[in-house]
């Protein structure tokens, strides 16, 4: 597509719940990146993927938080036993390969835990 | 999670003002880029610098990559009511080039 993709636009689950949220990357674009923003701040970063590999999931919080791209493209970010503190703006970005090409960003997921 | 800090918080300025707004890092990037998010939207990167001095335009937008490494500034000449918005720094560049972002600047354009 034009731009990266991601859905659902807006997730509201009860604490305990499971989710999944998904990014569609640009046509082309190798590497997919994850990040979680909260209200104010800039985004922050969670995992990185090149190709179908993860190759750095340093960010993510815990492990309840986990990500996969088995394809190399459209990649799931998946959150398991939801927490409230786990509510923020999730964004997913994708890149052409190489370590200085600029990351465009989807418009994200804002997920509420209740 | 680490932050730059990016400097002012927020500005109030008149449509046609010129504005700065600069970035500031501990650690060393290979990449500089400068995003601006408007609400409910993702960040749009606006521009993106590679070498260190590097001074790079896009309209009325002008970027510089510190000689440091260490920072970068953001200037917009002109400004007008659609500059309105959050803009954020970003260094990048490592091995898997992720981005740490700085901690937004609002600017709000009186007409």
């Known amino acids: 597509g034009a731009g990266v993709s991601q859905s659902p636009r807006y997730k509201v689950t009860k604490r305990g719940q499971d989710v999944a949220l998904r990014c569609d990357p640009i046509?082309?674009?190798?590497?997919l990146y994850w990040y979680r923003q909260a209200l104010g701040q800039g985004p922050e970063f969670l995992t990185y993927?090149?190709?179908?590999?993860?190759?750095?999931k340093s960010g993510l919080p815990n492990d309840r938080f986990s990500a996969e791209r088995p394809e190399g493209s459209i990649s799931t970010l998946t959150i398991q036993r939801t927490e409230q503190r786990d509510s923020a703006m999730y964004r997913c970005?994708?890149?052409?390969?190489?370590?200085?090409?600029?990351?465009?960003f989807g418009d994200g997921t804002r997920l509420s835990i209740l | 999670g680490q932050q730059l800090n990016q400097s002012p918080q927020s500005m109030f300025i008149q449509e046609g003002e010129d504005v700065s707004m600069n970035c500031t890092s501990s650690s060393i990037f290979n990449t500089w880029l400068w995003y601006k998010q408007d609400p409910g939207e993702g960040p749009v990167l606006l521009i993106a610098l590679y070498k260190a001095g590097e001074l790079t335009s896009n309209g009325r937008l002008t970027a510089q990559f510190g000689i440091t490494r260490k920072d970068s500034f953001l200037n917009i000449s002109a400004s007008i009511p659609s500059d309105v918005g959050i803009y954020f720094c970003a260094g990048g560049g490592g091995a898997t080039n992720k981005l740490i972002f700085g901690t937004g600047t609002l600017l709000a354009v009186q007409p």
């Open positions: 046509s082309g674009h190798v590497s």
């Open positions: 970005a994708s890149s052409l390969g190489g370590s200085n090409q600029p990351q465009h």
């Open positions: 993927f090149n190709y179908e590999a993860q190759q750095d």
